[in-house]
């Protein structure tokens, strides 16, 4: 049985209190891909996604920020 997403619900909570700020630092350094795309459906079923533009686009962008190999140099 899989564990409830508590890091989606709880921005959530912080765009339900309108601080949409706080929301964004917290999708800027979210644990994976799978969390944010939780955080976008929860969004949608919660009609939620129309009121926050700029949040939407955070979740875009760092879904593609953490979907692209990593670089790194060879030691």
Request: zero cysteines.
């Given at each position: 049985m899989s564990r409830a997403n508590e890091w989606a619900s709880k921005v959530l909570a912080?765009?339900?209190s309108n601080n949409a700020d706080a929301a964004i630092a917290q999708i800027k350094v979210a644990p994976s891909?799978?969390?944010?795309r939780q955080l976008?459906?929860?969004l949608a079923a919660?009609?939620?996604a129309e009121r926050?533009?700029?949040v939407n686009?955070?979740?875009?962008d760092n879904i593609d920020a953490l979907s692209a190999p990593?670089?790194?140099r060879s030691p």
């Open positions: 912080l765009l339900r891909v799978k969390d944010l976008g459906t929860a919660a009609g939620l926050w533009p700029a686009e955070a979740i875009s990593r670089l790194h």
